[in-house]
């Protein structure tokens, strides 16, 4: 038998409801930061193949890390819930997407990206928390 009165049911209800646009928002976060990401990288990438730059393997890396940065910092500012999981997710999500495309011939290069990106995004978090600090308890994590 069901014993939950109507406020109690109602309370669940709305946190529930809460619980799933905090989600969404997550989501939506994660992907932006992901696609700025990725798309920052092949575009400077792509704009610095006509100089002599072109397949250096640390100006690809050097690029990489400041556009994680990025990434992790728009996660992180696109919603104000779970900003240090928003942006390692971002690092997690570019470290399957690096792996997925190949873009790295040795096993040396696969693992500085893959101990790199990671802390890299939740720096961006931690910049993105310093500008717009928090105002709710929720909104530590």
Same mark, same amino acid.
């Given at each position: 038998?069901? !014993?939950?009165?109507?406020? %109690? ?6 946190? %529930? ?9 997550? =989501? *939506? ?6 696609? /700025?990401?990725?798309?920052? +990288?092949? @575009?400077?990438?792509?704009? $610095?193949?006509?100089?002599?730059? *072109? ?13 994680? +940065? ?12 779970? #900003? /240090?999981?928003?942006?390692?997710? @971002?690092? !997690?999500?570019? &470290? ?9 011939? %040795? !096993?040396? *290069?696969? /693992? ?5 990106? &990671?802390? $890299?995004?939740? =720096? ?7 500008? *717009?600090?928090?105002? #709710?308890?929720? %909104?530590?994590?």
């Amino acid at each position: 038998m069901n !014993t939950e009165t109507l406020g %109690e049911a109602l309370i669940n209800y709305i946190l %529930e409801e809460q619980m799933i646009k905090n989600i969404g928002a997550s =989501l *939506k976060a994660i992907i932006a930061g992901y696609l /700025f990401d990725v798309i920052g +990288i092949i @575009v400077v990438s792509g704009l $610095l193949s006509f100089t002599p730059l *072109k397949g250096s393997y640390w100006t690809y890396l050097v690029i990489s890390m400041i556009f994680i +940065i990025f990434g992790g910092y728009i996660a992180a500012s696109v919603t104000r819930n779970y #900003r /240090f999981i928003n942006a390692g997710f @971002v690092g !997690t999500i570019h &470290i399957l997407w690096a792996l997925y495309m190949g873009g790295y011939s %040795e !096993t040396l *290069k696969i /693992f500085i990206i893959q101990v790199l990106a &990671i802390p $890299l995004a939740v =720096l961006g978090g931690i910049i993105s928390k310093k500008k *717009k600090p928090i105002i #709710r308890d929720i %909104e530590q994590i």
